[in-house]
C-alpha cells in the first residue's frame, strides 16, 4: 500500500510541505549517521524545491551532505533534456556544497552499460558498500509521468525485473519524451531507501494516480512497484 499521501491546492504549499520534509529526513540522518544521503528526481515538479533548499537549507550542513540522481537522459550536461543540467544551477552551483559531494551520472561514458556500473561502482564507494549489500539512500525523491513511469523504470520494462544491479541502462521509451536512451536506479535500490517522497501534479495523471493509490502493484504501472521493506513512502501531490 502506498505511504501517507497529502493533497496540495498550489505549488507554494506543495513547496513548503515537500522542504520540511526534506529537512526532517536530513536532520534524522545527520543524527544517526553523521551525513545526509539524496537522490534527486528530474521533472518540473521539484524544481521549485532544489531552488529553496539552496536559499534557505535543508536540515543539514551542504558539506555533509551527498548528492546523486535517480534518473538521468543520455544526453550531454548542456542539453536541455538533462536532468543535471537542469537541476545544477537551482541548487548545486548556488549553494557551498563540496565538488566531491555530487554525484552526477556518467553520461559520457560509453556504451550505456559501462556507464551503468560505473555509477553502480560510485555508489557503493561512497557508502562504503560491499557487492553484495544494496546502498541505503537516506532519502530518494521520485516523481510520476502520465504512463506511471518512476525514475526512468517504464511499463513493462525488463529492468522492472532486476534484483540484483543498483543502475540500469534503459533504451528510449516510446511512452514518454525525451524519446532518448536513460539511466535509472533499479527498484531493489530504490526500495531500500529509508524514505522516498513522490512530487506529483495531477493534472494529466490521474489514471496512473489512481492506480498507484489503491495499492496494486502492477508492471504497467512501474510506480505502483514502488514499496520499500523497511521505509517509509510518502505521496505530495498537487491538485490545482
Known amino acids: 500500500m502506498p505511504g501517507p499521501v497529502q493533497r496540495f491546492a498550489d505549488a507554494t504549499a506543495l513547496l513548503e510541505a515537500a522542504l520540511a520534509f526534506v529537512t526532517q529526513a536530513a536532520k534524522q540522518a545527520v543524527a544517526a549517521r553523521g551525513r545526509f544521503t539524496i537522490a534527486l528526481a528530474g521533472g518540473a515538479t521539484p524544481l521549485p524545491l532544489y531552488a529553496a533548499m539552496a536559499e534557505r537549507g535543508f536540515g543539514a550542513p551542504f558539506e555533509t551532505t551527498l548528492f546523486f540522481l535517480g534518473d538521468e537522459r543520455l544526453v550531454p550536461v548542456g542539453d536541455r533534456r538533462s536532468n543535471f543540467g537542469t537541476i545544477a544551477p537551482l541548487l548545486l552551483t548556488p549553494a557551498p556544497i563540496p565538488i566531491g559531494n555530487i554525484h552526477p551520472m556518467p553520461v559520457e561514458i560509453a556504451p550505456p552499460e559501462l556507464a551503468a556500473v560505473t555509477y553502480e561502482e560510485e555508489i557503493r564507494t561512497a557508502f562504503g558498500c560491499p557487492p553484495e549489500a544494496i546502498p541505503r539512500f537516506d532519502l530518494i525523491l521520485l516523481g510520476l509521468g502520465p504512463d506511471g513511469h518512476t525514475a526512468s523504470l517504464f511499463p513493462d520494462s525488463p529492468a522492472l525485473a532486476e534484483k540484483i544491479r543498483l543502475i540500469r541502462a534503459v533504451p528510449a521509451p516510446t511512452t514518454a519524451e525525451p524519446r532518448v536512451g536513460r539511466l535509472t536506479f533499479t527498484l531493489p535500490l530504490i526500495n531500500a531507501a529509508r524514505q522516498i517522497l513522490f512530487l506529483a501534479a495531477a493534472r494529466g495523471k490521474e489514471m496512473p494516480l489512481g492506480k498507484v493509490l489503491a495499492g496494486r502493484?502492477?508492471?504497467?504501472?512501474?510506480?505502483?512497484?514502488?514499496?520499500?521493506?523497511?521505509?517509509?513512502?510518502?505521496?505530495?501531490?498537487?491538485?490545482?
Not at 226 to 233: I, K, L, Q, R
Open 217 to 240: 502493484p502492477e508492471p504497467q504501472i512501474p510506480a505502483s512497484l514502488v514499496c520499500p521493506d523497511d521505509g517509509d513512502v510518502a505521496w505530495y501531490i498537487l491538485d490545482a
